[in-house]
């Protein structure tokens, strides 16, 4: 059965030349009559991306800015707690030469020496140290062994 704007019509009732221009397969038909075009004969049109499709993009576009926007929070994190550690660094390096300072100044031989003779009773030699060599051949004689030998 045909519609027409009339109501349900057969097809077989229809004029031969209306059936005839039902069947059109490319361009547009030519209407002889005012008001009324037969729908041409063409195939459905399917989609070529599914909704399923669409929404697992949709989905996965999403799981993707999620990682980008961890990934930002994580290397600012991370750039964060460098920068302590560098601050950390640099506080413990003035610490320790502030420290290796303070040794310096405290071990020089000019305030040693009063604080050793005062507390010790150490004093300086009065003449140089003597370099001399031991012949081992002759303390080996007289009973003496290196003290690597013991």
Do not use: C
Request: no cysteine.
């Amino acid at each position: 059965m045909a519609r027409v704007p009339g109501g349900p019509r057969e097809e077989s009732s229809a004029p031969a030349a209306e059936r005839e221009r039902r069947y059109i397969y490319n361009g547009a038909p030519t209407a002889r009559s005012a008001g009324y075009a037969l729908r041409p004969n063409r195939k459905a049109i399917r989609r070529k991306v599914s909704t399923f499709n669409i929404i697992l993009l949709l989905f996965g576009i999403g799981g993707a800015i999620v990682f980008s926007i961890s990934n930002i929070i994580a290397i600012n994190q991370l750039s964060l707690e460098v920068e302590q550690s560098r601050q950390t660094l640099k506080r413990i390096t003035n610490t320790n030469n502030a420290l290796r300072s303070d040794v310096d100044g405290k071990s020089a031989p000019d305030k040693l020496m009063p604080i050793a003779a005062s507390q010790l009773g150490l004093h300086p030699p009065l003449r140089p140290a003597v370099w001399f060599s031991i012949d081992w051949d002759k303390a080996r004689a007289l009973g003496v062994r290196p003290a690597r030998e013991r």
